[in-house]
């Protein structure tokens, strides 16, 4: 009997103990489950900043780009200037040879006239203006200096007839040579030209480009600030627990300390010949009272979160949203509804989706999908307001992204009991119940089992 007793007691001890390391386990895994959201967050942190950096990057290369199409611009703007006064230089020219020609082509026209009038008058005298010539003279010398004269009008007007003639040839081509210059410079303005139009459209386009950039910069230093207040406040709540384990640790050592000089003390009684306070009375039966759970206690808690198989118990649980069975995401890999990134930490999804119908708004009842205890109902930047429920058998149920918290941390709940609304906190692309499964302990999501093998909708 005394070996009996003390092996109770012995027994009892050491429950106490397991259940205050299971409290000390649960508190150290609820610090591995916010360091592993502190690290994804770093991790989307440093991607978003990568990001930052190409972005940065390229739009130095697109300002540098367009400051030099500017340049070019400018150029050939400067280009465009000089070939236009070039031109209208060369067309003055144009102009004053055309007016010479012209001058020279009358000069032309009346020295032929005069030429031709000379020539009609001395064919239609013929001999006998020589004869009148003679007999006007006052002498022989006089009559040969008239005779020479006339020989030298001739020649004269034939002299004046060729120069003339060599006049107007020479500046037709200089006016052919001007208007070949002119056209030339032209198609150099015209090139220029269609370079200046092929610039501007390069330049808007880079313009238009480096527009998009500053957008994608401003959209991605947003989420970065996000991620700052979000890192913030996961760093807020992980040194909160840190404290908190700390006073766990502190009350559950003076707890043990007080049951060890407990069963120091019962242990001292049985040797002395003390009653064994486990035997049941002669006058009363024992009652199984105390030793059964009533229906309303928190169920056994998992001594470990070593992961075990889905225990037989768990078959009953049901569905979390009663009035609403569409699964917008299902259990497994996927591209990540926020970022868009189909590697990383977030894009394994570890539960279900439960969205409300198409236009609903959020402030849908979510009950508890079996009986048991609240482990956690709180806020977090991540999971919104989220609840964890422990079923027993190390199989834990978690409800995430909700509107209203309607449970507290060490409440029991039963079935079926509304414990919250269908929200969108957190990291939510719109009102959903995140619904996850877990089994063999609830710190990390390595723990997480798809929830199809549990529950099925209505």
Same mark, same amino acid.
């Given at each position: 009997?005394? %070996?009996?007793y003390?092996?109770?007691i012995?027994?009892?001890?050491?429950?106490i103990?397991?259940?205050?390391?299971?409290?000390?386990?649960?508190a150290?895994?609820d610090?591995e489950?916010?360091?592993? !959201?502190?690290?994804?967050?770093e991790?989307?942190?440093?991607?978003?900043?990568?990001?930052?950096?190409?972005?940065?990057?390229?739009?130095e290369?697109?300002?540098?780009?367009?400051?030099?199409?500017?340049?070019e611009?400018?150029?050939?703007?400067?280009?465009?200037?000089?070939?236009?006064?070039?031109?209208e230089?060369?067309?003055?020219?144009?102009d004053?040879?055309?007016a010479?020609?012209?001058?020279?082509?009358?000069?032309?026209?009346?020295?032929?006239d005069q030429?031709k009038? !000379?020539? &009609?008058y001395?064919?239609?005298?013929?001999?006998?203006?020589?004869?009148?010539l003679?007999?006007?003279?006052?002498?022989?010398?006089?009559?040969?200096n &008239?005779?020479?004269?006339?020989s030298r009008?001739?020649?004269?007007?034939r002299?004046? @007839?060729?120069?003339?003639?060599?006049?107007k040839?020479?500046?037709?081509?200089?006016?052919?040579?001007?208007?070949?210059?002119?056209?030339g410079?032209d198609?150099?303005?015209?090139?220029?030209?269609?370079?200046?139009e092929?610039?501007?459209?390069?330049?808007?386009?880079?313009t238009?480009?480096?527009?998009?950039?500053?957008?994608?910069?401003?959209?991605?230093?947003d989420l970065?600030?996000?991620y700052?207040e979000?890192?913030?406040g996961?760093?807020?709540e992980?040194?909160a627990?840190?404290e908190?384990?700390?006073?766990?640790?502190?009350?559950?050592?003076?707890?043990a300390?007080?049951?060890a000089?407990?069963?120091?003390?019962?242990?001292?009684?049985?040797?002395?010949?003390?009653?064994?306070?486990?035997?049941?009375?002669?006058e009363?039966?024992?009652?199984?009272?105390g030793?059964?759970?009533?229906?309303?206690?928190? +169920?056994?808690?998992a +001594?470990?979160?070593?992961p075990?198989?889905?225990?037989?118990?768990?078959?009953?649980?049901?569905?979390?949203v009663?009035s609403?069975?569409?699964?917008? %995401?299902?259990?497994?890999?996927?591209?990540?509804?926020?970022t868009?990134?189909?590697?990383?930490?977030?894009?394994?999804?570890?539960?279900?989706?439960?969205?409300?119908p198409?236009?609903?708004?959020?402030?849908?009842p979510?009950?508890?999908?079996?009986?048991?205890?609240v482990i956690?109902?709180?806020?977090?930047? %991540?999971?919104g307001?989220?609840i964890?429920?422990?079923?027993?058998? %190390?199989?834990?149920?978690?409800?995430?992204?909700?509107?209203?918290?309607l449970?507290?941390?060490?409440?029991?709940?039963?079935?079926?009991?509304?414990i919250? @609304?269908?929200?969108?906190?957190?990291?939510?692309t719109?009102?959903?119940?995140?619904?996850?499964?877990?089994?063999?302990?609830f710190?990390t999501?390595?723990?997480?089992?798809n +929830?199809l093998?549990?529950?099925?909708p +209505?």
């Amino acid at each position: 009997m005394r %070996s009996r007793y003390r092996r109770l007691i012995c027994l009892a001890g050491a429950f106490i103990l397991l259940a205050g390391s299971m409290l000390g386990v649960r508190a150290s895994g609820d610090l591995e489950s916010r360091q592993d !959201r502190i690290d994804a967050i770093e991790e989307e942190q440093d991607r978003v900043q990568k990001k930052l950096d190409e972005l940065n990057e390229n739009r130095e290369d697109a300002s540098a780009y367009i400051e030099g199409i500017n340049k070019e611009l400018s150029q050939t703007e400067d280009s465009l200037n000089e070939l236009q006064d070039k031109m209208e230089e060369t067309q003055a020219e144009i102009d004053a040879a055309q007016a010479e020609l012209e001058a020279a082509k009358v000069t032309e026209a009346e020295q032929y006239d005069q030429m031709k009038l !000379r020539i &009609q008058y001395m064919y239609e005298k013929g001999d006998t203006y020589f004869l009148e010539l003679l007999f006007d003279s006052a002498d022989l010398s006089d009559f040969l200096n &008239q005779a020479e004269y006339i020989s030298r009008i001739s020649e004269y007007d034939r002299n004046m @007839l060729t120069a003339y003639q060599e006049t107007k040839q020479t500046i037709a081509d200089k006016t052919e040579e001007l208007e070949a210059a002119y056209a030339g410079l032209d198609t150099l303005k015209e090139e220029a030209v269609a370079k200046q139009e092929s610039l501007v459209t390069l330049q808007e386009a880079k313009t238009e480009e480096l527009q998009n950039l500053n957008e994608q910069i401003s959209e991605n230093q947003d989420l970065m600030a996000d991620y700052d207040e979000a890192l913030k406040g996961e760093l807020e709540e992980f040194r909160a627990m840190e404290e908190a384990i700390r006073e766990q640790e502190a009350k559950e050592s003076a707890e043990a300390s007080l049951a060890a000089e407990k069963t120091e003390a019962e242990t001292t009684l049985v040797a002395d010949g003390g009653e064994d306070p486990t035997a049941a009375s002669p006058e009363k039966p024992e009652s199984s009272e105390g030793t059964q759970p009533t229906q309303t206690e928190a +169920p056994t808690k998992a +001594p470990t979160e070593a992961p075990t198989k889905p225990p037989a118990v768990n078959t009953g649980f049901i569905w979390p949203v009663p009035s609403c069975s569409r699964i917008s %995401s299902g259990y497994g890999g996927r591209d990540d509804p926020i970022t868009g990134e189909s590697d990383g930490t977030l894009s394994d999804h570890h539960g279900i989706d439960i969205a409300l119908p198409g236009g609903a708004l959020a402030g849908a009842p979510i009950v508890a999908a079996a009986d048991g205890e609240v482990i956690i109902s709180r806020f977090s930047s %991540s999971a919104g307001n989220w609840i964890i429920l422990y079923h027993g058998n %190390s199989t834990y149920t978690v409800y995430m992204h909700c509107q209203k918290l309607l449970v507290s941390a060490g409440d029991t709940v039963s079935q079926g009991e509304t414990i919250g @609304l269908v929200g969108s906190t957190g990291w939510s692309t719109g009102p959903h119940l995140h619904f996850e499964v877990r089994v063999g302990g609830f710190s990390t999501s390595a723990y997480s089992r798809n +929830p199809l093998n549990y529950v099925s909708p +209505p």
